[in-house]
């Protein structure tokens, strides 16, 4: 069901605080918490004396103490303090995972700890960028993070699921290329001369139709990256429009919820907080969107399971894209390289 040999985004890193924070990432309890030095931890959310939750407990210098009967955990989730014994018993001990903060994430990797290479955490500069600016959020679906794959990366629905934000006719009609690149799945749409979407509309101050663009990136399990931006109609200078990044990175709850911590970078109004808070209400609108309708579909899949979906034209970078990840998960359950 999940590729475990794979960093995934366990939280923003402001996200991480000394107060510990459980949270449920491929079907399993984690514990996040920052310790004085400051530095993040992720350990299995269960005490192995009783099984109490350890995110129930509390932060001491850079260990998490128990909340029920007090053992003491470091995080490498050694014990090394059992209150009234002199001992601690060998098995005193939980799974630690191997947590990174890179592009203001915290990146957990829930599969072989000596798998773990920082190399291959997703590139997202435009995070990190002084050239660029970004609004931020999560959002919890209710279904499979492979519906939510569909989604991103089937952009015609914004036609019809996003009138009031980011939709507009052309992302239905336009069609689109879809290629695979080694391990990435590449799909791009060209709207020529076209109206622009009423979130483009407010940020780009546009005076007429523009020249809009939709390139998508996915790796597998759950990385998609959005280049999508506008220039005036028939104009090819990109300093007289706007572009922009939509970040998506989606780590699997449970078989059936999967969060999505999302970003919006953008080149333009880099100095304007006002900015960043009104593109932030409008992508959680238009995320919240895709829940109502995500949710509910999972509900048909759920309740269906001998019913096959069928393909459209437009689903061909959806159809690249679920035969890379299974690749992937095939090559993992026979212990190849994933």
Known sequence: MFVKNAWYAAGWSEEIEAAPLPRRILDQPVVLYR????????????????????????????????????LLFDCAGTCVEVPGQATVPRWAKVRSYPLVERWRLAWIWMGEPDAADPDLIPHC????????AFSHGTVTYGCNYVLLVDNLLDLSHTTFTHKGTIGTESSATNPVTSTRENGTVRIERQMK?????????????????????????????????????AVPAGSNDRSRGIDTRIINYLTPETG??????????????????????FIKEKIEVTFNEDKRVLDRQQEMVTARPQQRLFDKQADTGIVLARRLLDERLKAEAHGADA
């Open 256 to 277: 059936e919820s999967v969060f999505h911590f999302w970003a919006f970078a953008r080149d333009f109004a880099l100095d304007d907080p006002a900015m960043t808070s």
């Open 193 to 229: 001369d076209a109206a622009p979407s009423k979130l483009y509309q407010a940020c780009g101050n546009f005076e007429g139709n523009v020249d809009r663009w939709q390139k998508i990136a996915y790796e597998p399990p759950g990385n998609i990256v959005i280049d999508a931006g």
């Open 35 to 70: 310790g004085a030095s400051g530095t993040a931890a992720a350990l299995d959310d269960c005490c192995p004396h009783r099984m109490a939750p350890l995110s129930l407990g509390t932060v001491e210098g850079d260990r998490l103490r128990c909340g029920y009967h007090g």
């Open 125 to 132: 500069p435009w995070l990190d960028s002084p050239d660029w």
